[in-house]
């Protein structure tokens, strides 16, 4: 049996589902990510473009720097996705957006040098 993973944002109004297991689960340190978010790292699962499907509504689109769009739920405000050039045919979902966000355990961590100090983790990679 596939796996299935569905979440969205906090009013519900977006809703998605991706089925398989993910390309990766890892902490992004960069000030984009911090400024997008409000968080001090984010934490993203990846996954290629053809295991995702948005199951109820459709997420706004902001242009966050070049080559780099975030979705985000145009009602409640909830940051949901990341779409990049760097990871060309991927959809990246925020941890938090999912129903069981304890399904996934991050492996790595990207961007270490915009760490803030206090977050820096412990392993580089």
């Not at 596939?2 to 902490?27: D, I, K």
């Not at 993203?44 to 499907?53: P, R």
């Not at 979902?93 to 399904?103: C, E, K, M, N, V």
């Amino acid at each position: 049996m596939t796996q299935e993973h569905r979440g969205g944002c906090r009013c519900g109004a977006v809703r998605y589902r991706c089925t398989g297991e993910p390309e990766f689960v890892a902490n992004c340190h960069c000030e984009d990510c911090r400024r997008s978010t409000g968080a001090a790292f984010s934490t993203w699962v990846a996954w290629s473009d053809s295991q995702v499907e948005i199951v109820a509504g459709t997420p706004a689109v902001h242009a966050s720097s070049e080559g780099v769009q975030r979705g985000f739920c145009r009602t409640c405000g909830t940051p949901l996705s990341y779409l990049g050039a760097k990871w060309a045919g991927e959809t990246h979902f925020l941890i938090g957006t999912y129903d069981r966000p304890g399904a996934f355990t991050p492996h790595g961590d990207a961007f270490t040098a915009e760490a803030l100090a206090w977050a820096k983790p412990k392993r580089e990679s």
